[in-house]
């Protein structure tokens, strides 16, 4: 195919050799299957800010830690140089992000890097080596679902050990390879200390995933694996090989239970509202 005009540098600077196909262009992000050497791997091409909702990324931005005060600075004023740094810093969050989960051993696409603002990653095939499916778009039945769930909690466990929390986890962003699972779309990743919202994002997450799953094994629906890995996290007693029973119990002289049962169900709401309208937009592909 013609080379997209953003590739362009790193065919050459030798990072990649051909653009073999593109595979996916979302709201946020273009990705291509390109060929390096031998290698197939994928390409992701980030959308210009102009393109995406500037003022949503504000609440994932909080916390991020950003070098030197200049930048800082810069960013808190969204000057041209602030936008500018903002747009940098959002993409680089991606790919530091990857390295950092694949060295904690969360099942992420492998990193190749970052050149000229794009990503090179693994290609995440099923088992003939075609680009995976989204869970999203596979029927599974109860006991995969089951499965499926055991190891997505695991790796949103894994992540909140490294700190992070995903923020934008859901069916969607979860790709069927042939041994399990595999987390991808990371730009807007947060800092689980420094970030007032991690909380709410760590259940929106958990629960976007058990909403789904829970369609094919209605008993996940039971279980509270978001609210008993973030008690843990909090108390300082969350490992990576802490095992979790899926039950919690809710402090009830600081909580209000049914406060707690709109927001889980205003999140399910939610994640079937963004189910909804992905399908459409893939209708008007
Ligand atoms: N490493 C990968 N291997 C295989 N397919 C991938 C990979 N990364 C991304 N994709 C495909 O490209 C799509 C878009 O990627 P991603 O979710 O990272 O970007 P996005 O622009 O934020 O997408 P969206 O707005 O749809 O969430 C994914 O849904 C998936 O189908
Ligand atoms: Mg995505």
Same mark, same amino acid.
């Given at each position: 195919?013609?080379?997209?005009?953003?590739?362009?540098?790193? %065919?050459?600077?030798?990072? %990649? #050799?051909? =653009?073999?196909?593109?595979?996916?262009?979302?709201?946020?992000?273009?990705?291509?299957?390109?060929?390096?050497?031998?290698?197939?791997?994928?390409?992701?091409?980030?959308?210009?800010?102009?393109?995406?909702? !500037?003022? $949503?990324?504000?609440?994932? $931005?909080?916390? /991020?830690?950003? /070098?030197?005060?200049?930048?800082?600075?810069?960013?808190?004023?969204?000057?041209?140089?602030?936008?500018?740094?903002?747009?940098?810093?959002?993409?680089?969050?991606? =790919?530091?992000?990857?390295?950092?989960?694949?060295?904690?051993?969360?099942?992420?696409?492998?990193?190749?890097?970052? !050149?000229?603002?794009?990503?090179?990653?693994?290609?995440?095939?099923?088992?003939?080596?075609?680009?995976? *499916?989204?869970?999203?778009?596979?029927?599974?039945?109860?006991?995969?679902?089951?499965?499926?769930?055991?190891?997505?909690?695991?790796?949103?466990?894994?992540?909140?050990?490294?700190?992070?929390?995903?923020? +934008?986890?859901?069916?969607? @962003?979860?790709?069927?390879?042939?041994?399990?699972?595999?987390? %991808?779309?990371?730009?807007?990743?947060?800092?689980?200390?420094? @970030?007032?919202? *991690?909380?709410?994002?760590?259940?929106?997450?958990?629960? @976007?995933?058990? *909403?789904?799953?829970? /369609?094919?094994?209605?008993?996940? !629906?039971?279980?509270?694996?978001?609210?008993?890995?973030?008690?843990?996290? $909090?108390?300082?007693?969350?490992?990576?090989?802490?095992?979790?029973?899926?039950?919690?119990?809710?402090?009830?002289?600081?909580?209000?239970? +049914?406060?707690?049962?709109? *927001?889980?169900? #205003?999140? /399910?709401?939610?994640?079937? %509202?963004?189910?909804?309208?992905?399908?459409?937009?893939?209708?008007?592909?």
């Amino acid at each position: 195919m013609k080379t997209p005009p953003q590739l362009q540098a790193l %065919i050459d600077d030798g990072v %990649i #050799d051909e =653009v073999l196909r593109p595979l996916k262009s979302g709201k946020e992000a273009a990705v291509y299957v390109v060929r390096s050497g031998d290698e197939i791997r994928c390409a992701k091409v980030y959308k210009d800010m102009a393109q995406r909702s !500037f003022q $949503q990324r504000v609440q994932y $931005q909080e916390g /991020r830690k950003v /070098r030197g005060s200049r930048e800082a600075r810069a960013i808190g004023k969204a000057s041209k140089y602030g936008r500018r740094q903002q747009e940098a810093a959002w993409k680089n969050t991606e =790919v530091d992000a990857l390295y950092q989960l694949r060295g904690a051993g969360v099942r992420v696409p492998e990193p190749f890097g970052y !050149f000229h603002g794009v990503l090179v990653m693994e290609l995440v095939t099923d088992a003939e080596g075609y680009s995976a *499916a989204r869970l999203g778009e596979v029927e599974l039945d109860a006991a995969q679902a089951r499965r499926f769930h055991a190891v997505l909690v695991q790796q949103v466990k894994l992540m909140l050990c490294c700190g992070l929390v995903h923020g +934008d986890l859901s069916p969607y @962003n979860v790709l069927v390879g042939p041994d399990g699972p595999v987390v %991808i779309d990371f730009p807007q990743v947060v800092s689980a200390g420094g @970030n007032n919202a *991690a909380r709410a994002m760590l259940l929106r997450d958990v629960n @976007n995933l058990t *909403a789904w799953l829970g /369609r094919s094994a209605p008993e996940l !629906f039971e279980t509270w694996y978001g609210e008993e890995m973030w008690e843990r996290f $909090q108390a300082g007693d969350l490992q990576p090989d802490s095992v979790l029973s899926g039950k919690f119990t809710p402090d009830l002289r600081a909580v209000d239970l +049914d406060g707690v049962r709109e *927001a889980i169900n #205003d999140a /399910r709401e939610e994640a079937l %509202i963004r189910q909804q309208g992905r399908e459409a937009a893939e209708e008007d592909d």
